[in-house]
């Protein structure tokens, strides 16, 4: 496959963004159109601005189509992609791809347009008249409302080139340019009705120029090229700042500090590039130069970051940073710039600039202002829109200067705002492991993650409307513990919540208990047992989540079950060693009253019977549910107690509980920060986490270890236990090693020891299985401790024994494996049609933003991924995925453009699936020659009138017609079917 685009004809351009939109509703792929709906507008450089913001020089400015598709989005301001003297096959074979990595912070390492300059120019002019045709005919806005910005690098000498030089001078005035005059006759042939507007538009495409410099450009250089384009080309110019300017202290210790800690670089950039003592004075030079030639200088903040690739994020030796990372350092530059200037000086604003930070930073007189990492997260192009309606609201006021005081506390606030502060654990891998199909791939990620697969986008849909007894009745069918799940579910499912790249996680766990708890007495009041099916008698050893989710499987179905549960009331450890702060007593009944009413029966308080008893009463099958009982010891001496002991004591019996003025807590699991946070509240002064790792690498969930330091638990790391006595926890400091088979840093002891206050050590190591509880049933157990799921004689094994350390989740998991079992097929359910959605409005809502909201309002906040997922399509700058309607398929599906991809990889970021779109999916190519040169599963279109194409499938290649049979996959037919007949413009 090519990774080499080819700029589109300004036809084709024009015929396709009419076609789209007229037969589509879209433009590029760009289904939801920013109309102005009034004539308020800014100035800037004495031209109409009706939004002060757009894309910033980048993949999103490279080609006409992505400019158009910003446009149509609601971008009013664009800073054109970068053009420098090294340019095409030159620039892009400097490329190593994929090139762009933008799933939280961004990266890439990529720079300039790979087009030729000249290619990059007609690029612009295309884009600027397909802007001012659609302005007019869409009634999107004042034809004259949009800017665009030049961006040049890297020296003067090549700024001085013929080719450069041609180049600004033609986007001053392209009227004398063979593109201009061959754009505008086409416009004409077109719509000769509109000729008397083509030929007024005016032909000067940029006034402006942002001026873009290598690290390390010497002072004399930056200045010498902003005084050039001021005086010899009359431009109003912005210099871009590097973040280097800050210096290497401040910006280590901000990023550090915000737990960045692990982006790698060093000093050389801060020492090589412009320092500030020789910036302020060339600004305050340059501004008076401008003055003086009757045009505005400013600063454009700012550059992306130099950093050093250390985990393979990216290709290459070193990649540039941006988004939300960047923020903190570019808005501190900002601030002092401001401060330094007296806000006299106009700046532009770049780095990490979003839909949570725009609109401030324009209330503090920073703008134009330019988008870039958001808009290459899903959403794309189209999360322009939300910032568009957003400024229609705010006042257009003319430029009076920096408001130095308001930009300092941007800078201050960006240290505790939750935007820019990073997770304390790594991100979780957000991929589905499974490989993405060419055809049908769409898929809530939320749902693929569960061990249970619950239908989650339409309960949550339900819920959204209402409907709570229909959603507890659906989420029912895979999960018989409403109450239990939606209070402490580990929440795998919003780890992979698409909506994390959008802000954060829809709350799923709380939409669950909101329906639990709104739909459990309309509905509890009509359960009734089953009628009884004869046979398949089954005991359930353990009345824990695993054996109470598997009697309401089975009952459900009318087989007689018995659990069998030694506690004097069902629900294991939810209900006697979790604290009741993290559960309630009465929320665990009501989960058991639900497999109650299904006819399960439960008998509590006594032992179950063995093997040979189960057998003799009848019973057929059998699961061991009962988990691991039996304590990791931590092996030292002193006050230690282990973390079971302690939690069932505050259970039963906190009065005789005496843990002294300060506890120490061992381990850094989730049970552990219940014991710290149990500790806490029964009034211990201080409490601590002792782990010989640091956080990152605790295997808490990060919301348990935040709940815990909120209560005021305070986290000792790098510390490992050796003696508790007289009040004192004796530890060894540790140092963090190599990465190890956990995929964790190792620990490497030291000699240093070091004490903290402890009257009572619990001990959170973990729980083990026991072997004789198992042998009892005649089962063994594998060298690890495992079972088997099917033991044999009827007997199965579920949760820890089978798994290791199990979630209340994957124990339902395996009780409906179980039941699977025992009752021989899988049974199905229809949801209610109230669940599903509707397309077009799932669509729309695809691109906002949104932060959490109060109770069932949350349920807004689902993206209804099984309805539309189209992340690939959303997220490509270059508009080279496209997501088609095809006859007899519910969801549309995923076309590959060639033409149009550089495979710079975002696409790839952010599929569900272990797939690359852009390699996976079914191509269109734009001509046999770049067939050939791919591997690509497509087509290539050899005869229009009889539908005759090129086809690769596997590896196979033949010429098929499809205006007649022709034995291919029906699936793959139908999809080129619908480019001839409903998406001829991309052919």
């Keep these: 496959m090519s990774e080499r685009m080819t700029p589109m004809p300004f036809d084709k351009l024009i015929d396709w963004i009419l076609s789209e939109h007229q037969a589509h509703g879209a433009v590029f792929g760009v289904s939801s159109p920013y109309q102005k709906k009034d004539a308020s507008a800014l100035t800037l450089f004495g031209e109409k601005l009706e939004a002060p913001f757009g894309p910033a020089a980048g993949p999103n400015t490279q080609l006409a189509e992505n400019i158009v598709a ?15 003297k090294m340019d095409g096959e030159e620039l892009a074979s400097c490329i190593n791809r994929p090139c762009i990595l933008a799933d939280d912070e961004g990266y890439n390492c990529e720079w300039s347009t790979e087009l030729t300059v000249p290619q990059a120019f007609e690029e612009y002019v295309k884009a600027y008249l397909a802007i001012k045709l659609i302005a007019k005919k869409l009634s999107l806005g004042d034809p004259d409302g949009f800017q665009f910005n030049m961006s040049v690098g890297y020296d003067l000498a090549g700024i001085r080139t013929e080719k450069l030089n041609s180049f600004i001078d033609g986007m001053k005035d392209a009227s004398g340019t063979a593109v201009w005059q061959s754009c505008i006759s086409c416009l004409k042939e077109k719509f000769p009705q509109d000729a008397a507007y083509f030929d007024s538009i005016k032909p000067t495409i940029a006034t402006g120029v942002t001026v873009s410099t290598l690290h390390g450009c010497p002072p004399d250089e930056i200045e010498a090229i902003a005084s050039y384009l001021i005086t010899e080309k009359r431009l109003n110019t912005f210099v871009k700042c590097n973040p280097t300017i800050l210096g290497y202290e401040f910006a280590r210790n901000r990023l550090d500090k915000l737990g960045y800690d692990y982006i790698a670089f060093d000093e050389h950039h801060f020492n090589e590039d412009l320092q500030y003592k020789d910036a302020v004075p060339m600004f305050h030079r340059l501004m008076a130069l401008a003055r003086a030639n009757g045009v505005e200088f400013g600063l454009k903040l700012s550059n992306t970051f130099p950093v050093d690739v250390k985990a393979d994020e990216l290709p290459s030796e070193e990649m540039y940073m941006s988004g939300r990372a960047l923020y903190p350092l570019t808005i501190e530059m900002a601030a002092r710039m401001a401060r330094e200037f007296d806000g006299r000086l106009r700046l532009s604003y770049s780095g990490g600039a979003d839909y949570f930070n725009i609109k401030p930073l324009y209330e503090a007189g920073i703008w134009p202002i330019t988008v870039a990492t958001t808009i290459l997260k899903p959403g794309g192009y189209a999360r322009l829109r939300q910032i568009a309606e957003m400024f229609d609201d705010v006042p257009k006021k003319p430029f009076t200067g920096v408001d130095a005081d308001r930009t300092a506390r941007l ?8 935007h820019y502060i990073k ?70 499912c919003m780890d992979k919540c698409t909506r994390n790249f959008y802000d954060s996680s829809v709350y799923i766990r709380q939409m669950k208990l909101i329906a ?46 018995t659990v069998f549960e030694r506690e004097a009331k069902p629900g294991g450890i939810v209900e006697n060693i979790i604290p009741s702060f993290r559960i309630a007593s009465d929320a665990i009944a009501k989960d058991v009253e639900l497999a109650r009413r299904m006819g399960a029966r439960f008998v509590c308080g006594k032992e179950a019977p063995d093997l040979y008893q189960l057998k003799a009463e009848g019973y057929e099958y059998i699961l061991l549910a009962f988990g691991a009982q039996k304590h990791v010891e931590l092996g030292i001496s002193g006050n230690v107690m282990n973390v079971m002991d302690f939690l069932r004591a505050a259970k039963e019996e906190p009065e005789k509980l005496a843990l002294g003025r300060a506890v120490a807590v061992i381990g850094a699991g989730n049970t552990a920060m219940d014991a710290a946070r149990l500790a806490k509240r029964m009034g211990a002064g201080k409490v ?50 190599d990465i190890d088979a956990s995929g964790r840093r190792g620990v490497v002891e030291t000699d240093e020891l070091t004490e903290i ?50 979630t209340v989740v994957e124990a339902i998991a395996d009780a409906r494996r179980f039941a699977d079992a025992v009752i021989g ?110 591997e ?52």
């Design 70 to 84: 910003g446009y149509y989005a609601g971008a009013r301001f664009f800073e054109l992609k970068t053009v420098q």
């Design 516 to 561: 639990a708890e709104k739909g459990y007495n309309a509905l509890i009041g009509r359960l009734e047992p089953q009628p009884r099916q004869e046979g398949k008698k089954t005991a359930i050893i353990g009345g824990g989540p695993a054996g109470i989710a598997a009697a309401y499987f089975i009952a459900r179905e009318g087989y007689e079950v």
């Design 825 to 934: 097929f899988n049974r199905g359910y229809m949801v209610d049609k109230a669940a599903m959605r509707d397309y077009r409005e799932t669509l729309a809502k695809k691109h906002k933003l949104c932060q959490r909201m109060d109770s069932e309002a949350e349920a807004k906040r689902c993206l209804g991924c099984s309805t539309v997922c189209e992340n690939c399509v959303s997220c490509c700058p270059n508009r080279a995925n496209a997501a088609i309607k095809v006859k007899g398929k519910a969801q549309r599906q995923i076309l590959h453009i060639d033409a149009l991809c550089n495979e710079c990889g975002n696409c790839a970021v952010f599929c569900p699936y272990n797939g690359r779109p852009y390699k996976d999916k079914l191509t269109l190519f734009a001509n046999e020659a770049d067939f050939m040169d791919s």
């Design 757 to 806: 206050e402890a009257d009572t050590v619990i001990a959170a190591l973990g729980e083990r299985i026991d072997r004789d509880m198992f042998a009892k049933y005649g089962v063994e157990l594998d060298a690890s401790g495992r079972a088997r799921f099917d033991c044999g004689a009827g007997v199965y094994a579920a949760g820890d024994a089978l798994r290791g350390p199990a």
């Design 688 to 737: 601590s986490i002792v782990y010989r790792r640091t956080r990152k690498y605790m295997p808490a969930d990060e919301e348990e270890l935040k709940l815990a330091l909120e209560d005021g638990v305070e986290l000792m790391e790098l510390l490992s236990p050796v003696e508790q006595r007289d009040g004192r926890l004796i530890c060894r400091r540790m140092e963090l090693g």
């Design 423 to 492: 997770p304390i654990k790594p991100l979780p891998d957000r991929k589905n492991g499974d490989r993405l199909p060419m055809v049908d791939c769409f898929t809530a990620p939320c749902m693929g993650s569960c061990p249970i697969h619950q239908d989650i986008p339409e309960y949550i849909e339900l819920v959204e409307k209402q409907l709570y007894t229909e959603a507890l009745e659906l989420i029912l069918e895979k999960n018989p513990l409403p109450f239990i799940t939606g209070t402490i579910c580990a929440h795998r």
């Design 936 to 987: 690509n599963n497509g087509f290539v279109v050899l005869d229009k009138d009889s539908m005759t194409v090129k086809l690769r499938l596997d590896g196979s290649v033949s010429e098929v017609s499809l205006s007649k049979p022709n034995g291919i996959d029906k699936d793959i037919e139908g999809i080129m079917l619908a480019v001839f007949k409903d998406y001829g413009y991309m052919l």
């Design 411 to 418: 800078s201050e606030q960006a240290e505790i705002d939750a």
